[in-house]
């Protein structure tokens, strides 16, 4: 089993920054894609950026591309969000996630709100 917690958000300033964490738990992800995701109210939740745990190859959406910076600490289980020049439409619950794609299986975090207040 997977456990995955969020922390880091809150309200800040437009052109502000904040960094998300997100704490992983459970297995070894050495083989693990990590995934940031996003869901504004009345909006679908849609990708911000994804990691691999081994390499540390990144993907980023065009929306936050410049701006947002995901990383992860191995050592300590924790993936990153680092996000610059914040804009109100930023603002979003935020969620972790990773999957076992061959079971079937995914795994999310409880979510942390980012409010970017214009």
């Known amino acids: 089993q997977v456990q995955l917690v969020e922390s880091g958000g809150g309200l800040v300033q437009a052109g502000g920054s904040l960094r998300l964490s997100c704490a992983a738990s459970?297995?070894?992800?050495?083989?693990?894609?990590m995934k940031w995701f996003r869901q504004a109210p009345g909006k679908e939740r849609e990708f911000v950026a994804a990691?691999?745990?081994?390499?540390?190859?990144?993907w980023y959406s065009d929306s936050v591309k410049g701006r947002f910076t995901i990383s992860r600490d191995s050592a300590k289980n924790l993936v990153y969000l680092q996000m610059n020049s914040l804009k109100p439409e930023d603002t979003a619950v935020y969620y972790c996630?990773?999957?076992?794609?061959?079971?079937?299986?995914?795994?999310w975090g409880q979510g942390t709100q980012v409010t970017v207040s214009s």
């Open positions: 990691i691999t745990w081994s390499y540390g190859d990144t």
């Open positions: 996630y990773t999957n076992r794609a061959a079971l079937g299986l995914d795994y």
């Open positions: 459970g297995r070894t992800f050495s083989t693990y894609t």
